[in-house]
């Protein structure tokens, strides 16, 4: 008697093609997709807090990579660390909170603000000075932070 084999499912054209993407905006579409009405039920289901324990998860498991060396898996789990980001930015962008493009605008600014002896013609030379620069932006920031809050 022959058996028989599960057949595979039979994607449309745009599924393939972002599935074939290297572009943050494909990821983008397809968490969007995914929280859609008639998209996924589990992912539609999910909160910033029941996600923390598949960002601790998925950290840990780029750790074990890099301890390894083991650089493909190390690649597949920067995904997965990825999708976190992007699946926090999607819930927050579905509450009217932030998306994804403001999250890269804040890191953006603070690593060209914490590192001024890089993009503000500032020189430092060793690593030990650069991370006390950092500590020190750092604090000021909280404390101009902390300032606006109360006013």
């Known amino acids: 008697m022959k058996e028989k084999r ?9 599924a393939s093609r972002l599935a074939r993407s290297s572009s943050l ?3 983008e579409k ?9 998209g996924c039920p589990w992912d539609r ?4 807090a029941s996600l923390l324990k598949y960002l601790r998860e ?3 498991e780029v750790s074990r990579a890099v301890r390894k060396k083991d650089w493909a ?3 597949e789990e920067l995904g997965d660390v990825l999708l976190q980001v992007v699946f926090h930015s999607a819930l927050a962008r579905r ?3 932030f998306g994804l493009a403001d999250v890269i605008r804040t890191i953006n600014a603070k690593m060209v603000r914490r590192h001024p002896h890089v993009f503000a013609g500032g020189k430092l030379s060793t690593p030990a000075q650069v991370l006390r620069q950092w500590k020190v932006i750092k ?3 909280k404390a101009r932070a902390r300032r606006a809050a109360k006013a």
Request: hydrophobic share 25%.
């Open 6 to 14: 599960a057949s595979r499912p039979k994607f449309t054209r745009e």
């Open 25 to 27: 905006g494909s990821l």
């Open 30 to 38: 397809i968490m969007k997709r995914l929280l859609a009405p008639g």
């Open 45 to 48: 289901r999910q909160t910033h």
């Open 58 to 60: 998925e950290s840990g």
């Open 73 to 75: 898996n190390l690649q």
């Open 95 to 97: 509450d009217g909170r």
């Open 139 to 141: 604090k000021a920031e």
